[in-house]
């Protein structure tokens, strides 16, 4: 069974850190593209930031450019996310999926057809 497990989620002030996880389990995910999105209350699902399984290769939103760094580590069959000067509209449920499009593409969430169950991220001023 496949399995995408987030973690590292939580509650903490305007330019806070936080690092989430994301640890896969059940298979691998070689040539696909490893996401994160996020969710606020009433709102769509949008994409943070995609990474290429197999290059590296990275992409993100644009306001979280030079905020958020998406990574992943083969070995050990996980994604990162670490968000870094956090700010009141980054108040979400972080979700990490997988794609089997190319990362450069995989920004919608019918890209997806795996994804974990989510963890809270609030920021308060």
């Known amino acids: 069974q496949v399995r995408l497990e987030e973690s590292g989620g939580g509650s903490v002030q305007v330019g806070d850190s936080l690092r989430l996880s994301c640890e896969i389990s059940g298979r691998t995910f070689e040539n696909h593209a490893l996401g994160w999105f996020r969710q606020a209350p009433g709102e769509d699902r949008i994409y943070v930031a995609v990474?290429?399984?197999?290059?590296?290769?990275?992409y993100y939103l644009e306001s979280v450019k030079g905020r958020f760094t998406i990574s992943r580590d083969t070995a050990k069959n996980a994604v990162y996310l670490q968000m870094n000067k956090l700010k009141p509209e980054d108040t979400a449920v972080y979700f990490c999926?997988?794609?089997?499009?190319?990362?450069?593409?995989?920004?919608?969430?019918?890209?997806?057809?795996?994804w974990g169950q989510g963890t809270q991220v609030t920021v308060s001023s």
């Open positions: 999926a997988a794609s089997p499009f190319a990362a450069l593409v995989a920004k919608m969430p019918g890209h997806y057809t795996f």
């Open positions: 990474i290429s399984w197999n290059d590296g290769d990275t």
